[in-house]
């Protein structure tokens, strides 16, 4: 806000209250912190993110990718997937949420033609434990 407009925002308006005052302090107070958003896809049980955390170790993703919570996982030819719960987009192209995920995961030259990422052999149930452990990564 510029800083100019503060006084403003301190005035009492006509009729001699502090609305605007008020108001900003009532949207402050309900909670519009981006900080507080919770992730659009992280909806799945505990244990299948465990699993998938297990199962990106087991297909060595982590020799291409940094990967948080991983131990294994500390790649640098394909990007880190830190946050990766945030990112909208898969790939930059395609649309980030769990069936994407998952089909990406197992096939991903069907997703994005012509990618560098191989298909490694991952079957569709276990890339949708790998997905759900991915999407809740904030």
């Given amino acids: 806000m510029p800083?100019?407009?503060?006084?403003?925002?301190l005035m009492p308006d006509r009729s001699?209250?502090?609305?605007?005052?008020?108001?900003?302090?009532?949207?402050l107070a309900s909670g519009c912190e981006?900080?507080?958003r919770k992730?659009?896809?992280?909806?799945?049980?505990?244990?299948?993110?465990?699993?998938?955390?297990?199962?990106?170790a087991q297909?060595?993703?982590?020799?291409?990718?940094?990967?948080?919570?991983?131990?294994?996982?500390?790649?640098?030819v394909g990007p880190p997937l830190e946050a990766f719960g945030r990112r909208s987009y898969i790939a930059g192209q395609v649309p980030n949420g769990p069936d994407?995920?998952?089909r990406w995961i197992v096939a991903p030259q069907a997703v994005v033609p012509g990618t560098v990422m191989p298909a490694m052999g991952v079957s569709p149930e276990d890339a949708r434990d790998m997905a759900a452990y991915l999407l809740a990564l904030e």
Avoid at 3 to 9: E, Y
Avoid at 45 to 51: D, H, L
Avoid at 63 to 70: D, F, K, R, T
């Fill in 3 to 9: 800083a100019t407009l503060l006084p403003l925002l």
């Fill in 16 to 27: 001699g209250s502090w609305t605007a005052l008020l108001l900003t302090i009532a949207a």
């Fill in 34 to 36: 981006l900080g507080e």
């Fill in 39 to 56: 992730l659009p896809n992280a909806k799945a049980p505990a244990a299948q993110i465990a699993r998938g955390q297990q199962l990106l």
């Fill in 59 to 76: 297909y060595q993703c982590g020799s291409c990718h940094a990967i948080p919570e991983v131990p294994v996982a500390r790649g640098t």
């Fill in 100 to 102: 994407t995920l998952a």
